[in-house]
Each structure stands twice: as C-alpha cells, then as structure tokens.
C-alpha cells in the first residue's frame, strides 16, 4: 500500500553469522524473526542478510562451542576459550539432537532400580525467544527402585519450577546453575518426606546434562550436575574423552 515499513529493534548478536555487521548497510535485504529482550522489548531475531536467488533455506541458529562444564554436586561451567580457538557450527537442538538409552537388570536384582530421562525439553521463556533447553538425566538407583523413579517424574519439572523469573542483571550461567541446585534440593527434599512418610529406604544417584544456547553470546553450552558416584564421559571428535 506503499506506506514505509517500522523500525525494528535488533542487538548485533542476533545477526547471522554471530555479530557480522559487514554486510548490514542501508537498503539491505535482511530476513528475521520476531522476538522479545530479557526486558519485554520487541526486536528482531535471526537477522540474516538476504540470499540472493531461488532455493534459498531459513535462517538457521548459529553458535560458538565453547568448554564443557565438569562435573560436581552442582554444574560447573570452565571459563571462555580464546577466540581463535571457538568454532561456529549450526544446528537446531530440539531437532538435531540425537540421544539414545538402555537399561540391563542385575544379575542379582529381581527387576531395574535404575531409570533415565531421554531428552526433555524445559520451556524457558525467560531465556530469550530463540534459546532452547535440552534435559536429560540418569538416575541408578539402589534399595529399591522407588527414589529413582520420583527423581525421573520430578527433577525437571523442579528445576523448571526455578527457572520462572531471572532476577535482572543474571547472566545465563548464573541463573541456569541456580536453577539446577535448586532443582536437585527441593526434589530431595520432597522425596524424603515421601520416604519418611511411608518407611522407604530406596536410594539414588545421578547423573544430568542441561544443553542449552544460544546464550547471550550466541554460544552452545552444556551444563553437567551430579549426586553420589554417577559420572559423564563427554568424547569429543578428536577421539580424546573428558570425564
């Protein structure tokens, strides 16, 4: 109808690739997607300079890999690497990612005490628009299969229950970490009173991996978090295992 398009709102790190301003002058073509700020501000997500041609694919998410967290009684998160050092890749999370999970009785038991949650995604809002979060968790347990099985039906849905509202100024680590201590904690705590309630003396470890990104610098990160004597093994392409 000829009348001039709004201004959209966008940050440098929603451009694609990750900060690219090179090509983004005036009159460039550009494709996005609506989103909001942490704040409530609509703005642009995605931007990606226009392809020219037919055939052409959306815009996909783009992240910068980055160390892995270690292990612990809570998640931990191994400082920034270099920049030469980080990597661009592309991949959809929810879509892409590829998990599996088997589970074998002991010899001695009379059925499996050990369960497992195979990727569950936490809808978390606060995050920004275009961040997903992957979770998933081995729990062995031991005495009885009934404190691993309240673990399976109730850890996530917990450390979702933490991650409602971010307090402002938190960054993604701080208040993903919280949120999965606090998880563990208030799961914990409940089951005991369950057990307590009912004389169980069933036991679990476990085992987690958050996968989340982008985060505020458009990485992909994963949080690894552990109870008791169940650890992760991430392999790596070079062949090289981190424990």
């Known amino acids: 109808?000829?009348?001039?398009?709004?201004?959209?709102?966008?940050?440098?790190?929603?451009?694609?690739?990750?900060?690219?301003?090179?090509?983004?002058?005036?009159?460039?073509?550009?494709?996005f997607a609506m989103g909001e700020t942490d704040t409530g501000r609509v703005c642009a997500v995605h931007v990606r300079l226009e392809a020219r041609g037919d055939g052409d694919e959306p815009p996909t998410k783009r992240w910068k890999t980055t160390p892995d967290g270690d292990g612990g009684e809570e998640p931990e998160a191994d400082a920034e690497s270099d920049a030469g050092s980080d990597s661009s890749v592309e991949i959809d999370v929810e879509q892409e990612l590829r998990s599996?999970?088997?589970?074998?009785?002991?010899?001695?038991?009379?059925?499996?005490?050990?369960?497992?949650?195979?990727?569950?995604?936490?809808?978390?809002?606060?995050?920004?628009?275009?961040?997903?979060?992957?979770?998933?968790?081995?729990?062995?347990?031991?005495?009885?299969?009934?404190?691993?099985?309240?673990?399976?039906?109730?850890?996530?849905?917990?450390?979702?229950?933490?991650?409602?509202?971010?307090?402002?100024?938190?960054?993604?680590?701080?208040?993903?970490?919280?949120?999965?201590?606090?998880?563990?904690?208030?799961?914990?705590?409940?089951?005991l009173q369950h057990a307590r309630r009912v004389e169980d003396r069933s036991g679990c470890t476990a085992c987690t991996m958050t996968v989340f990104g982008p985060d505020e610098e458009s990485r992909l990160r994963l949080y690894f978090a552990n109870l008791g004597d169940s650890r992760a093994v991430l392999g790596k392409a070079t062949g090289e295992a981190l424990r």
């Open 100 to 191: 599996g999970l088997s589970r074998e009785k002991g010899p001695s038991k009379d059925r499996c005490e050990d369960f497992a949650v195979d990727k569950v995604k936490l809808p978390i809002g606060v995050l920004g628009e275009s961040a997903s979060c992957i979770f998933f968790a081995v729990f062995d347990g031991h005495g009885g299969m009934t404190c691993a099985e309240y673990a399976t039906a109730h850890l996530a849905k917990n450390i979702l229950s933490r991650l409602r509202d971010r307090p402002k100024g938190v960054s993604d680590e701080v208040f993903l970490r919280g949120g999965l201590i606090g998880g563990f904690k208030q799961t914990e705590h409940n089951f």
């Open 1 to 31: 109808d000829g009348a001039a398009a709004p201004d959209v709102f966008f940050h440098k790190k929603q451009v694609e690739p990750a900060g690219d301003l090179s090509a983004m002058t005036e009159g460039a073509q550009v494709t």
